[in-house]
């Protein structure tokens, strides 16, 4: 009974030991590593405020390297933030991939701006490449209705055919030169087009109203 409760002590004593060694290496590992009581675990801090709290002071950006190897291919990821005293209109938090090079895949600039297959983003979402979608829906603050109001100069056919000849294009549409150049605001481009249906809608009226005057006389 002595001997187990001996060999018990001794194993306590030695698993203490361990257990105080790697905590201790655990918590004074260089400059990179702590653990407090908290369980927050610092990179770069000893003093880590959240689960996995990371720091930088110098001009680098702040990065995660995520690797996975499956199927016999390796997939690399690259995710990079600036440091607190680094946020500015010109640093992101970026998303890369690693095939041989570098590629950015996701970005958020500082200023709120996200781009998809851009670094650069000029809009709140800035995706280069084709967007799939079940629905889209645009908010618009008008319609074309005002095409049917009694004060609509509806132009003539003439002046349509005049107007033609002399732009190549639609009054009230956009060339394709400037659509190509510019790009296409699609939700006023809607409203330029349904107002387009409604005034051909009533040239179609008017010419029935035509035809059946002719058919009366």
């Given amino acids: 009974m002595r001997k187990k409760t001996l060999t018990t002590v001794l194993v306590g004593i030695a698993l203490n030991a361990a257990l105080g060694t790697l905590n ?42 995520v690797e996975n190897t499956y199927g016999g291919s390796t997939r690399t990821y690259l995710l990079t933030m600036p440091g607190k005293s680094m946020i500015s209109a010109t640093h992101d938090f970026a998303i890369e991939t690693l095939n041989g ?26 995706v280069v490449g084709i967007i799939r979608a079940h629905e889209v829906l645009v ?41 190509i150049e510019n790009g296409v605001n699609m939700g006023e481009l809607q409203i330029q087009l349904l107002q387009k249906i409604e005034e051909l809608t009533l040239y179609v009226i008017e010419l029935e109203k035509r035809l059946s005057e002719m058919e009366t006389k």
């Fill in 139 to 179: 908010n618009t603050q008008k319609g074309a209705d005002f095409v049917f109001d009694d004060d609509y100069r509806l132009r003539s056919l003439a002046e349509v055919e005049q107007f033609i000849i002399e732009n190549k294009h639609l009054p009230d549409i956009a060339p394709a030169d400037e659509m």
């Fill in 24 to 65: 201790a290496q655990w918590q004074t590992s260089g400059s990179n590593i702590y653990n407090t009581n908290s369980g927050n675990v610092g990179i770069g801090t000893s003093n880590p405020q959240w689960p996995m709290h990371m720091s930088r002071s110098s001009s680098n950006h702040v990065s995660f390297v």
């Fill in 101 to 126: 090079t570098w590629t950015d895949k996701f970005t958020i600039k500082a200023a709120g701006n996200v781009g998809i297959g851009t670094t650069s983003p000029d809009y709140k979402l800035d």
